[in-house]
């Protein structure tokens, strides 16, 4: 099996904001869509791992991003497994333009989830082997995530049906939307992501309210988000902004 997967896109008015870029939630679509359709080719895709009652989690996530695509924009997703270990697997993700540029590059961390236990599962060396996964003896590093004593603002929201991914869990993207939403509009529009480090640390499920909580540094332009439920972190991320 060929180890770097690589799809091709053509970027909608859809996928993107007011300022004609890619949305950071549809950006993490498109990561979770190229990384499920190579799963799938070796039997290991989302419907693959829920008839053993399992499913992906992603754990950690750190995002370099050079230049986000624009609406109408062609573009080629691609995806490749970089290693496991005894429960971890890690895969990288990009971006690439049509001059073959790299524009989004992407680390990653999951987890197979035992979906009626709601524990982690060892990671399968036979389905690492077969997508060429090397054995890891030392863990990647992702940036270490720590919450701020306090934060400038906060919203709250319901978790909505259409918020849950066949984990029966908040999915990947929402995360991301309720962080970005936070921030300013005008900030949003004269400012571009540069880096993301996120990391997912408790499952928020169906009817639960989540408090999405902010700090923006402007001098450094970072921002810090917290997103919490019933006082519990559920996720921490620390994006740095330039302006456009």
Same mark, same amino acid.
């Given at each position: 099996?060929?180890?770097?997967?690589?799809?091709?896109?053509?970027?909608?008015?859809?996928?993107?904001?007011?300022?004609?870029?890619?949305?950071?939630?549809?950006? !993490?679509?498109?990561?979770?869509?190229?990384?499920?359709?190579?799963?799938?080719?070796?039997?290991?895709?989302?419907?693959?791992?829920?008839?053993?009652?399992?499913?992906?989690?992603?754990?950690?996530?750190?995002? =370099?991003?050079? &230049?986000?695509?624009?609406?109408?924009?062609?573009?080629?997703?691609?995806?490749?497994?970089?290693?496991?270990?005894? #429960? #971890?697997?890690? /895969? =990288?993700?990009?971006?690439? =333009?049509?001059?073959?540029?790299? $524009? %989004?590059?992407?680390?990653?961390?999951?987890? !197979?989830?035992?979906?009626?236990? &709601?524990? !982690?599962?060892?990671?399968?060396?036979?389905?690492?082997?077969?997508?060429?996964?090397?054995?890891?003896?030392? $863990?990647? /590093?992702?940036? &270490?995530?720590?919450?701020?004593?306090?934060?400038?603002?906060?919203?709250?929201?319901?978790?909505?049906?259409?918020?849950? =991914?066949?984990?029966?869990?908040?999915?990947?993207?929402?995360?991301?939307?309720? $962080?970005?939403?936070?921030?300013?509009?005008?900030?949003?529009?004269?400012?571009?992501?540069?880096?993301?480090?996120?990391?997912?640390?408790?499952?928020?499920?169906?009817?639960?309210?989540? %408090?999405?909580?902010?700090?923006?540094?402007?001098?450094?332009?970072?921002?810090?988000?917290? !997103?919490?439920?019933?006082?519990?972190?559920?996720?921490?991320?620390?994006?740095?902004? &330039?302006?456009?």
């Amino acid at each position: 099996m060929e180890k770097i997967f690589k799809e091709e896109h053509q970027v909608t008015y859809g996928d993107c904001d007011e300022t004609g870029k890619i949305q950071l939630p549809k950006l !993490i679509e498109h990561f979770m869509k190229v990384s499920n359709d190579q799963l799938t080719q070796g039997n290991a895709g989302i419907h693959d791992l829920l008839k053993q009652n399992l499913g992906w989690v992603v754990v950690e996530y750190h995002l =370099d991003l050079e &230049r986000l695509p624009e609406a109408g924009e062609k573009i080629t997703v691609t995806t490749n497994g970089s290693g496991y270990n005894r #429960f #971890f697997e890690y /895969r =990288d993700c990009g971006i690439i =333009d049509s001059t073959n540029k790299k $524009m %989004v590059d992407v680390k990653s961390q999951w987890v !197979i989830l035992d979906l009626k236990n &709601r524990k !982690i599962t060892e990671a399968d060396s036979q389905m690492m082997e077969k997508f060429g996964n090397p054995y890891l003896k030392h $863990m990647p /590093r992702f940036k &270490r995530l720590r919450p701020l004593k306090d934060y400038e603002s906060s919203k709250t929201y319901a978790v909505r049906y259409y918020d849950l =991914d066949t984990n029966h869990h908040l999915t990947n993207s929402v995360y991301f939307d309720w $962080m970005i939403d936070t921030l300013p509009r005008e900030f949003l529009n004269s400012h571009t992501a540069k880096s993301v480090d996120i990391s997912f640390k408790k499952e928020v499920q169906y009817g639960d309210q989540a %408090v999405s909580e902010l700090t923006l540094d402007q001098d450094t332009l970072t921002s810090y988000h917290l !997103i919490s439920n019933q006082g519990e972190i559920s996720a921490l991320a620390e994006i740095s902004w &330039r302006e456009n």
